[in-house]
T-cell receptor
């Protein structure tokens, strides 16, 4: 069964506007971590933000924030004040405690327009 | 600077050949991973290693082999038994521990079978 679902294959956003990338996950574990990575056209995976299942506050890192709704099993990424350099593919991933792998979603391609 | 290096960046293989992809890290991380990425898709785990001289199969290990003789190094061999090896290969590492440690990725190797 798919553990991470990203339903938006591609999105366009105007420069300086905010964009929300959807991510839902499936686990029966109580302890897990949720991650967002950015993959520019160069291919390298860049870690953006992390949310632990026990964290009560939504994670924030600069222009990135994670809208964590545990009961709905969703972990949406919000990018505020989009910049041209934000154009990339974005992946949501989950790691269950006791498991060493990251389970990735299929990704969302974001294109920022000037 | 600490990080993960992968070589080569591009690799071309003829049918029936084995090739080895290099991955080196100087982050002093215990755990290392190999992922495969096909166009427009997320990452899938091939192998991972938690400590030296020990490694475990991931979701798509068939046709691949690894070794972990040194903490810093985790080479991946793509054997002739791998039916469709053309893909982007990413190596990652993390602190040995719980779900709460992000994985750091190398720049990737793009393998093409001629």
């Amino acid at each position: 069964a798919q553990k991470i679902t990203q339903t938006q294959p591609g999105m366009f956003v105007q420069e300086k506007e905010a964009v929300t990338l959807d991510c839902t996950y499936d686990t029966s574990d109580q302890s897990y971590g949720l991650f967002w990575y950015k993959q520019p056209s160069s291919g390298e995976m860049i870690f953006l933000i992390y949310q632990g299942s026990y964290d009560e506050q939504n994670a924030t890192e600069g222009r990135y924030s994670l809208n964590f709704q545990k009961a709905r099993k969703s972990a949406n990424l919000v990018i505020s004040a989009s910049q041209l350099g934000d154009s990339a593919m974005y992946f949501c991933a989950m790691r269950e405690d006791g498991d060493y792998k990251l389970s990735f979603g299929a990704g969302t391609t974001v294109t920022v327009r000037a | 600077d600490g990080g993960i290096t992968q070589s080569p960046k591009y690799l071309f293989r003829k049918e029936g050949q084995n090739v080895t992809l290099s991955c080196e890290q100087n982050l002093n991380h215990d755990a290392m991973y190999w992922y495969r990425q096909d166009p427009g898709q997320g990452l899938r785990l091939i192998y991972y290693s938690q400590i030296v001289n020990d490694f475990q199969k991931g979701d798509i290990a068939e046709g691949y082999s690894v070794s972990r003789e040194k903490k810093e190094s985790f080479p991946l061999t793509v054997t002739s038994a791998q039916k469709n090896p053309t893909a982007f290969y990413l190596c990652a590492s993390s602190i040995f521990g719980t779900a709460f440690n992000e994985q750091f990725f190398g720049p990737g190797t793009r393998l093409t079978v001629l």
